[in-house]
């Protein structure tokens, strides 16, 4: 299972932890959120991921690949904003990055 940070405004995941038993624990503010690693590595902090616009969900089922701010979490089900993924590749491929994002349910 997995723990998923959704936007309030569009209901897009933007984080999504997977490996949490590698988590020692998840501290989630009005200003950030961050992790603590159990192996004792530097904690990783997500600036922009607030409790004011954002609602944790744990027990999440993930996707089979997840890409951030490309999939929306609506009642348990996964979806692909495709409009996102176009505008993504688009500017990839102006940038010279041969690899295109495909997030899958």
Do not use: H
């Not at 409790?51 to 993930?62: G, K, L, Q, S």
């Not at 692909?80 to 690899?99: G, S």
Request: charged share 20%; aromatic share 10%.
């Amino acid at each position: 299972m997995a723990t998923a940070f959704r936007r309030k405004s569009d209901n897009k995941v933007v984080v999504l932890l997977t490996y949490l038993t590698d988590i020692n624990n998840i501290n989630f503010t009005s200003t950030n959120m961050s992790c603590t690693m159990n192996n004792g590595e530097k904690p990783i902090t997500f600036q922009d991921v607030n409790t004011n616009d954002f609602e944790r969900i744990d027990d999440v089922t993930a996707p089979t690949s997840f890409f951030g701010n490309a999939m929306t979490y609506i009642d348990g089900t996964w979806a692909v904003d495709n409009t996102y993924v176009t505008l993504v590749n688009n500017q990839r491929a102006r940038m010279n990055i041969d690899e295109q994002i495909n997030p899958q349910v």
